[in-house]
Structures are given as C-alpha cells and as structure tokens.
C-alpha cells in the first residue's frame, strides 16, 4: 500500500525505524529514567511515520491537482499542529521525554538523508526499479 503511494515512502518509514532502534539502544544506557526516554523516543519515531505518510499524500493530491500550493502549505500547518497538541500531551500528563520525542521526530530528516544509502542496500545485486518496471 505504502509503495502505491510513493515508491519511496516505505524506505523512509524504515529508516525512521532504525534510526529509533539506534537511538533506544545507544541512548537508553546513559539515562536513569528508561522509561520515559523510551516512550518519549517512540512517540516521536511514530509522530515522524505518520508525517511521511501524510507527506507523501498531500503531495500525491496536490501534484494531481492544479494549484494546490494553498493545501500544502494547510496541511503543513495540520501537520505541524498535530505535532505541538502530542507534544503539550505527553508534557501535561508526563507520557515520556520531550527531549527524545524531539529526537524521534528529527527521525525524518535523518531518514530522509540516509534513504539513498537504504536504497542502495535494499536494491544491490537486484538491479534498479527502472528496470523492472
């Protein structure tokens, strides 16, 4: 389904994902509170999923639409907004670190950048998409 989407889209959700799993493995030795960091962290890894995946379907509407720059910038600010009311959330009832719900959701950038090098591993020795297509 994902891949219907966006071809690349299931290759940012899992680089989300193991940048969480580097980040709970590093990170949770050196804090005292395992599970708020934890938590914390995975809120943020799931808040950084679904923005990929709302990423990628409003660009999909807005590129089959004609002028849909108004929506972009609509749904950014959606987005956005979902991201501050979790985050004022997990403050008021102390659902898990803030700091490292940050770090989560700075997952997608960091998989953003590291999407090229996950492709290439996925894809070695199988060809490229093109071809296949």
């Known amino acids: 389904m994902l891949r219907r989407l966006n071809k690349v889209l299931p290759e940012l ?15 949770v030795w050196f804090v005292s509170d395992k599970i708020r960091y934890t938590s914390g962290l995975w809120i943020g890894i799931t808040l950084a ?14 590129v089959s639409l004609k002028g849909g720059q108004g929506k972009l910038i609509a749904q950014n600010l959606v987005r956005y907004l979902v991201v501050v009311i979790v985050f004022s ?10 700091i490292t719900a940050f770090l989560g959701v700075m997952g ?8 090229p090098f996950i492709h290439k591993v996925i894809f070695k020795g199988k060809g ?5 297509a």
Do not use: R
């Open 13 to 27: 959700i899992l680089g989300i994902i193991l940048y969480g799993i580097l980040l709970q493995i590093t990170g």
């Open 49 to 62: 999923c679904g923005m990929a995946v709302h990423m990628a379907i409003v660009i999909e509407d807005a």
């Open 89 to 98: 959330l997990m403050m008021y009832f102390q659902l898990g670190n803030l």
């Open 108 to 115: 997608l950038k960091a998989a953003a950048y590291a999407q």
């Open 128 to 132: 490229s998409e093109e071809e296949k």
